[in-house]
């Protein structure tokens, strides 16, 4: 720990913004006349696209309603259960699925609600009648229902954690005990006293989850519409055709595509300023509303229990299709157990396996050593996270992948790179950076300082303080936020489909890959294997500290 302090802070801030300031570069340079190609050629052939405005319709009204969906759900959970067994319960539920890919949870979901899946074989024939699947387009239907269903099912964990890491930062709680010595019911006086305070600190997390949605790839190849797709996915397909100047209208389109976002971030912020003139004057009328606080509890563990359960069924659902022998329609169970499948992928899954592991192990260790150095700068010099260094963190995140990604393929053939494993690697790194300084930085300044002060007094430096006393105690934090960071890289798709260019196989990119052939058996191995990949660190999180240190129950973390 002898670097120059500022040397890893401006070592992680390049990593943050230089990707995706030179990708939005090389991405948009061909739609803006450079690069040999017409300024207002790809634009107009974009515009000409017939599906250039059930496209866009389709990525504003998906994105919003998934993050409006998922804020509003994790706030009656949190609204009508803070602090009891029952929310306990139901965060214990939902953190482990915070871990699950986004695309297997998609293909689990979609196990689950097609016309031939797991709910209508159960309720099949007694309840439905069906004997055959029904002609419906339940998955890939055209108002993008299945896509937010998908979405939210993934980001009310993610909205729920933050919305936890933020109640030490505010005084929400004790607002919301008075506003009930007020006689406001519980769930009413939370939403209106503790809810604003806790969403001003998860703002930038929502702006994520929105800017996600509007742009997502692989989830939308899974359970959105293909006739047209949204307009990320035809983005994608542009980019991977043979016939170059269509280089020019994915330029155009990504373009397009970070405009969309940006206006979207733009509209949700204005509906924050009327949502808040609405409670504000809800609250100011003094209005109990005593009636709906029972129908909001109950509507919030409803609609929590049924995010869990619907990921959890899913990811059994694909389970029991990896090992299923001949499986017919309206049967809620296999006629036989099988391990054909495995046996069938085993040799081609076990390699990928093996590279997806390596690629997550590298970027996640990358990260976790960036941002421990970050942090420890912080802790010795006594520096502090701004707005600005927010916003930085967040970078990546609120960029659309499909705006700057292919920029960066670009900028690595111009530069005569090859793509492969390592810009794989460095391309992960630039997501799992944020998500990694998210998970550590909170228990790391939560450590109790008159450790070091009295180390100090004994005589050791800094560096020693760092390795024998912090390293330590942050244990059980450190092997979690490896977790998160080698979970992200794991469900990373977009970013190993351009940079690897073909040349790079994960369980992710080959689960989206295989969606196409519709073998649900194939399907449901890779991504079983996917998920299992990304819930082994965690595991390990948990195993690790416990077996280290099980005469010392302070240091286990949990």
């Not at 819930?535 to 077996?547: E, N, S």
């Amino acid at each position: 720990m002898s670097l120059p302090r500022a040397t890893l802070p401006a070592l992680t801030i390049a990593l943050l913004t230089l990707p995706v300031g030179l990708g939005l570069f090389f991405t948009l340079a061909p739609a803006l006349g450079y690069m040999g190609a017409p300024g207002a050629a790809p634009f107009m052939r974009l515009m000409d696209w017939p599906g250039i405005a059930p496209a866009t319709r389709l990525s504003l009204t998906t994105g919003f309603a998934a993050t409006l969906l998922s804020l509003t759900i994790t706030a009656l959970i949190a609204a009508g259960w803070h602090g009891t067994s029952a929310f306990t319960a139901l965060q214990r539920l939902l953190s482990p699925l915070l871990s699950v890919p986004h695309a297997a949870a998609a293909f689990g979901l979609a196990f689950l609600i097609a016309p031939s899946g797991w709910l209508a074989r159960a309720l099949s024939p007694w309840l439905t009648g069906w004997n055959r699947p029904p002609d419906l387009l339940i998955v890939q239907d055209s108002a993008g229902l299945a896509l937010i269903a998908g979405l939210t099912a993934k980001e009310v964990p993610f909205l729920l954690l933050m919305l936890l890491a933020a109640r030490s930062q505010t005084r929400s709680e004790a607002h919301a005990r008075v506003a009930t010595t007020l006689g406001y019911p519980r769930a009413i006086g939370w939403l209106l006293v503790a809810f604003p305070a806790l969403y001003a600190q998860i703002r930038l997390p929502v702006y994520v989850v929105l800017a996600y949605s509007m742009s997502v790839v692989d989830v939308a190849m899974i359970l959105g519409p293909n006739t047209p797709p949204t307009l990320a996915v035809q983005i994608t397909r542009w980019m991977a055709d043979p016939d170059l100047s269509l280089r020019g209208v994915a330029a155009a389109g990504a373009l397009w595509q970070l405009a969309l976002v940006l206006a979207g971030l733009a509209l949700w912020r204005g509906l924050e300023a009327l949502a808040a003139r609405a409670g504000t004057a809800l609250a100011m009328s003094g209005h109990r509303l005593p009636r709906l606080n029972a129908p909001l509890r109950a509507l919030g563990l409803a609609l929590g229990l049924a995010v869990a359960l619907s990921v959890l069924a899913g990811l059994a659902s694909q389970a029991l299709w990896s090992v299923a022998g001949y499986w017919s329609f309206p049967d809620a169970l296999p006629d036989a157990l099988s391990l054909r499948t495995w046996g069938r992928h085993g040799p081609m899954l076990w390699p990928i396996a093996v590279t997806t592991l390596l690629i997550a192990t590298l970027a996640a260790l990358a990260a976790l050593a960036l941002v421990t150095g970050c942090l420890e700068a912080e802790a010795r010099h006594g520096f502090r996270m701004g707005p600005a260094g927010r916003l930085i963190l967040y970078l990546p995140l609120l960029i659309p992948q499909i705006a700057f990604l292919p920029g960066l393929q670009v900028l690595m053939l111009t530069l005569g790179l090859r793509e492969g494993l390592w810009p794989v690697v460095l391309s992960h790194l630039t997501f799992v950076l944020p998500y990694t300084l998210i998970a550590l930085s909170g228990p790391f300044h939560a450590v109790d300082t008159r450790y070091f002060t009295a180390a100090a007094s004994l005589g050791a430096g800094p560096t020693r303080r760092f390795w024998r006393l912090r390293l330590p105690l942050m244990l059980a934090p450190l092997l979690t936020a490896f977790a998160v960071g080698f979970a992200v890289s794991v469900g990373q798709y977009l970013p190993t489909l351009l940079l690897g260019g073909g040349r790079v196989t994960t369980l992710t990119s080959e689960a989206v890959a295989l969606t196409s052939g519709g073998d649900r058996r194939a399907i449901g191995a890779y991504a079983l294997a996917q998920t299992a990949a990304a819930l082994l660190p965690f595991a390990l999180a948990l195993a690790i500290p416990r077996l280290m240190f099980a005469g010392r129950k302070g240091m286990r973390g949990g």
